[in-house]
């Protein structure tokens, strides 16, 4: 019963998304007669994101290739990165030497802003697994009982 209620759900959500251009009598903007060199970037770039996602989220790509449990840090340092360059090119009118210096400062700050949470956690979790040198040793184990 739940998933039915989900699915009419989602279903009457997308069919009033879809049609609020026709509720409100507004036209579409017209769409590029060519595909541009931005375009094609920011695409290939949300692929190469999405492909990085889901070999991290399964642990293989498609279910053909296992990713090695040693590559998923740093894929996902390199998701990270290309998703919030991709995002920084997709939001400039032209891709000029701005353009490009920002994606790739907002790839950095994307990086960086992970770390602020991964610091708190290690400081928050750190007294858990800090043993001090004064603390006394751990007891013996008791001598091992004799049958009589």
């Known amino acids: 019963m739940k998933m039915r209620r989900t699915m009419l759900f989602s279903l009457c959500l997308t069919v009033g998304l879809l049609s609020t251009g026709i509720a409100f009598a507004q036209t579409p ?3 590029p007669a060519a ?7 920011v695409v290939i770039l949300a692929l190469i994101v ?7 989220n399964t642990g293989n790509l498609f ?9 998923i840090p740093y ?18 009118s032209t891709l000029n030497g701005a353009a490009w210096f920002n994606a790739v400062i907002a790839g950095f700050a994307a990086l960086m802003a992970a770390a602020g949470g991964s610091a708190a956690h290690t400081h928050l979790n750190s007294h ?16 091992p009982v004799k049958a009589a």
């Not at 999405?50 to 991290?56: E, F, L, P």
């Not at 279910?63 to 590559?71: D, E, L, Q, R, Y």
């Not at 894929?75 to 400039?92: E, N, P, V, W």
């Open 128 to 143: 858990k697994n800090f043993q001090s040198k004064s603390a006394p040793a751990p007891a013996a184990p008791p001598p």
């Open 50 to 56: 999405g492909y990085i996602g889901q070999a991290v």
């Open 29 to 31: 903007a017209p769409a």
């Open 75 to 92: 894929l996902t340092l390199f998701g990270s990165f290309l998703a919030a360059f991709g995002t920084s090119i997709q939001g400039d």
């Open 63 to 71: 279910g053909i290739v296992t990713t090695p449990k040693a590559w």
């Open 35 to 41: 595909i541009t060199t931005q375009s094609a970037i």
